[in-house]
């Protein structure tokens, strides 16, 4: 079976098995070089063993898992270049959505409600068109580290694979994150993300806090996502510690 995708605008035919997961082995998911201490550490200790048992055994028993390289986060923004660090939960769990990075789609997916929201609010915030795809790479190449807690997940089946040890793995990260390097920005957008709050020194790093983007919630409670100004806090932050915007 072929999908088609277009990515940036150029129709190309992918296979859709690329668009899960072939199997549990960490060589197949590179990291950038210096997550490699944190990734090698996790997948040697007991929670990384249990872990990667897991997955082999749901692709045994022939389970769609999603995306195609959990660790694509750890891949595409190298710890040294984090600047942002964006909060998510889960990856899709349609065919074909997840991509490795918070919130993200490939291009040619229809974009999801919660990145639509997120879309919303930077043309209300900074005025810029909506985008014509969902996909955050560019973000990501920027020093956005796009992170979910739980890295995996199988078809039509969310947080499925919560609890299996991924979280061991992603709140390293968070901690890494804040104890490493220059300051950062954490967007931490609803409960789940917010619960994230112990593993960051609040004194060190500028931590935002809003509702999550999902229809559910993005205009609701004490902080509404939209309407945040979180996307021109974040450049202003960022501009006033001597550094570069975010070309949202």
């Known amino acids: 079976m072929q999908v088609a995708l277009d990515w940036g605008g150029a129709g190309v035919s992918v296979d859709a098995p690329a668009r899960r997961l072939q199997q549990a082995d960490p060589v197949g998911w590179p990291v950038s070089a210096d997550w490699s201490p944190l990734t090698d550490d996790f997948w040697a200790s007991t929670a990384g063993q249990s872990l990667l048992g897991f997955l082999r055994q749901r692709l045994a028993s022939g389970a769609l898992i999603y995306p195609p390289r959990p660790l694509r986060a750890l891949e595409l923004t190298p710890l040294a270049q984090v600047r942002v660090v964006i909060l ?89 994150c804040s104890e490493s390097g220059p300051p950062k920005v954490f967007l931490l957008w609803g409960a789940h993300a917010q619960k994230k709050l112990g593993l960051i020194d609040g004194d060190r790093h500028r931590v935002l806090c809003a509702n999550h983007p999902s229809p559910l919630s993005a205009s609701r409670g004490p902080v509404p996502f939209i309407g945040s100004g979180h996307f021109r806090a974040v450049n202003h932050w960022l501009t006033a510690q001597g550094g570069s915007a975010i070309d949202w």
């Open 88 to 176: 998510g939960q889960d990856p899709y769990h349609g065919p074909g959505q997840a991509e490795g990075l918070a919130f993200s789609v490939a291009p040619g997916v229809k974009i999801p409600p919660s990145l639509r929201n997120m879309f919303k609010e930077l043309q209300r915030d900074l005025g810029l068109p909506p985008p014509t795809h969902g996909s955050l790479v560019r973000w990501a190449q920027q020093g956005v580290l796009l992170l979910n807690t739980c890295l995996t997940v199988e078809d039509g089946q969310p947080a499925s694979h919560a609890g299996q040890g991924w979280e061991v793995l992603t709140d390293a990260v968070i901690r890494r």
